[in-house]
């Protein structure tokens, strides 16, 4: 039996570069704002991609992160714009220490608060090995990359170096809370905030809501909706032993009749908007 050796033939190589020139031309980036609500158990990991940006908020419990952004990034892509971690609990920040190890980070959007903790301290210490600029944003501030708006409206103030100040209570509260909006389309990201501190944000329609806390019944009232209105909102949320999302959380969006979609029944939720009209897979 003979063998061949396909590296020396010329057609290999012709048929190998097409196929890597049309899987190029099949990822490359839309016009469309893409918000990919990644699937990673008990935590919250958010991709934005817009034309050839893409800011990641928040990183999960683990590496699932990992898997999501290769299911949502071109594959030639090892460049991520902005990461933003909301605060410092291990479901927001653990993937994060991989994702930064893997991918090359341009900008830090970080709360400054800290946590007595391994995969804090770890966190830390990989985002200062990177050298890369690290931005503590405050309410009022506005980050804009082209026609996407990132308007922050929580916290009131920060410290302006990572983990100034070390927390074991309360420190949902200080996640950073942001709205993003891209022409008519305006979605609420929360982080983990409870009903008292919903209560002090400036607020307005939105499309969408990410649920805050993963659904716990101290979060997301009645009053809180009624100020949205938003016609869809998401869950991220994994087996947990907390009950989330409550009964509480889902009796209320039912009775306002608000869609909601769960990562741990849908896997990876994806919205997509051109800035009028939007849709959700």
Known sequence: MREVDLLKKPFFWLVLVLALVWAAVF??????????????????????????????????????????????????????????????????????????????VEQFVLNSVGKDSGVFREFRRVVEEEGVGVYFPEKGDQIKFGSLNLAVLWPLTQEKVLGATMMEKEVNETSVVLQLSLGEFNVLLTGDISSPTEAQLDLSDVEVLKVA??????????????????ELAVISVGKNSFGHPTKEVLGRLEALGITFLRTDQEGEIEVVSNGRKWYSN
């Not at 659904?215 to 938003?230: A, D, R, Y």
């Open 27 to 104: 990822q490359l980036p839309d016009k469309n704002l893409h918000l990919v609500f990644c699937d990673v158990g008990q935590g919250d990991a958010i991709l934005i991609s817009y034309r050839a940006h893409q800011i990641l908020i928040d990183g999960g419990p683990n590496n699932q992160v990992l898997s999501c952004l290769g299911n949502n990034l071109p594959f030639w892509d090892r460049t991520i714009e902005m990461v933003v971690a909301t605060h410092p609990d291990a479901d927001h920040i653990t993937g994060l220490i991989d994702v930064v190890k893997r991918y090359s």
């Open 213 to 230: 806390h993963h659904g716990s019944k101290f979060s997301t009232s009645e009053e809180f909706l009624k100020k949205v209105q938003p």
